[in-house]
């Protein structure tokens, strides 16, 4: 009996940035960790699958959506490039020649006006699967636990995922194809996953800095410059409470309003993400700094608290915070609590550290009290493994 491969799934986390964002993207150094929210690219075949035969599907679960082109469709819109080479392990960037063929057949469907973000994300899809795979019926299936556009990195993580099933679908992993096991990547594979994930995240940031698909692809904490990734191993106890302020806001356009803001005022804003820089590497040190008891890790805690206010205090020089964020600031410190937005900013998510010896009831209050203003908290695992595979075959 054959056993052919029916369907991969990959799925990679979201994460926290704990120090350093948007100063990453001009060179400074920032820390992140994974965090316990996925989300899961599924490629199915199409002879496994009922759609018709001769198709390329995408549907987004999470928002009931579902696309679909003929395969030739596609390679006609492709048809224009002097040349297209599909090959999963020679990385290429999405030129604008490409993502002229891409916004062709993107265009042809029609995205609600309320998520129309989601493009994006498709097109990031869409030239990933052409890249690695070709011209090739099936379909793929997104779900994502990720709240997206709130700062947890659901554009990274759907980039890594995607990347990863396809990598694993077109066979260029060379993987021991064990069914219904959720397999890890060794790092040389999780490089050529990171790698292909940025292109794909660069269609839907404009100029990202590259560390949330390394963090989403590698799990665990990292430190990140300019492309440089240093595992830290995470010996301390970090406890951070999430809170989502849902006020809906776009990487890409935060981004470039940063990028403005350096350009109008380059000196000043040089000496913002050098002081980044300087907080991200002493929040480093701390992570990572031996403790004996009790009393170390509240000094410890201590320290990081105030490098997180420093950081949320040059977060607004960036232009960054909302008015939402600051309700969020205002009601920890309340009680006695440090908080600072996590990714982009603008609205989406903020951390809360928890000290370790705080009492659960002040986190039980702290929450109410923020969900009464209709934020929405939670406590995630933070630190868990990066991209993982599974296949699932069928016998003939
Ligand atoms: N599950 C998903 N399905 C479709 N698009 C997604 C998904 N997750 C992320 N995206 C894309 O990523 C964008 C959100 O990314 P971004 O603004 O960087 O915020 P964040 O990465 O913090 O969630 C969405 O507008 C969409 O284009
Ligand atoms: C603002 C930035 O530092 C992080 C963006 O994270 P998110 O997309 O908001 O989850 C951008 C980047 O590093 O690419
Ligand atoms: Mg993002």
Not at 51 to 72: A, R, S
Not at 78 to 103: E, G, H, Y
Not at 130 to 152: C, E, Q, R, W, Y
């Amino acid at each position: 009996m054959v056993h052919k491969i029916a369907e991969v799934t990959g799925r990679a986390p979201g994460k926290l940035i704990l120090c350093g964002e948007h100063a990453v993207v001009h060179g400074s150094t920032a820390l992140a960790a994974s965090l316990g929210l996925y989300t899961q690219v599924r490629i199915q075949n199409s002879i496994s699958t009922a759609e018709p035969d001769g198709h390329l599907t995408i549907q987004l679960t999470d928002m009931n959506m579902h696309f679909t082109w003929p395969i030739k469709r596609i390679e006609a819109a492709f048809q224009s490039l002097s040349t297209f080479d599909v090959d999963p392990l020679s990385v290429k960037s999405c030129s604008p020649d490409i993502m002229q063929c891409i916004a062709a057949i993107v265009d042809e469907q029609e995205f609600p006006e309320a998520i129309i973000g989601v493009a994006a994300g498709v097109s990031a899809l869409l030239f990933l699967y052409i890249s690695i795979i070709g011209f090739k019926p099936a379909t793929v299936i997104v779900a994502s636990d990720i709240p997206l556009g709130s700062g947890l990195g659901s554009s990274a993580a759907l980039c890594v995922a995607g990347s990863g099933a396809m990598l694993a679908f077109s066979g260029a992993l060379d993987l021991d194809v064990l069914q219904g096991d959720w397999l890890s990547l060794k790092e040389k594979k999780q490089e050529i996953v990171n790698k292909w994930a940025y292109e794909g995240e660069k269609i839907i940031h404009g100029k990202p800095s590259g560390i949330d698909n390394t963090v989403s692809t590698f799990g665990n904490l990292v430190k990140f410059k300019s492309g440089h990734l240093v595992h830290i191993p995470n010996v301390f106890p970090i406890k951070m409470l999430i809170t989502n302020t849902k006020v809906g806001r776009n990487t890409k356009a935060l981004v470039a309003g940063v990028s403005e803001r350096a350009l109008r005022h380059p000196q000043s804003m040089m000496a913002v993400f050098t002081a980044v820089n300087a907080i991200s590497e002493e929040m480093a040190e701390i992570i990572q700094a031996p403790f004996s008891d009790d009393i170390s890790i509240s000094e410890q805690e201590g320290k990081m608290e105030e490098l997180m206010e420093m950081n949320q205090g040059l977060l607004q020089c960036m232009g960054v915070s909302h008015s939402a964020i600051e309700a969020v600031l205002q009601t920890t410190s309340r009680y006695k609590l440090c908080s600072k937005l996590t990714g982009a900013g603008g609205g989406g998510c903020v951390l809360t550290l928890l000290p370790k010896l705080l009492s659960g009831k002040v986190v039980d209050k702290v929450k109410a009290d923020l969900e009464s203003q209709g934020f929405q908290c939670f406590l995630a695992t933070i630190g868990g493994e990066g991209v993982q595979v599974c296949f699932q075959c069928s016998s003939s």
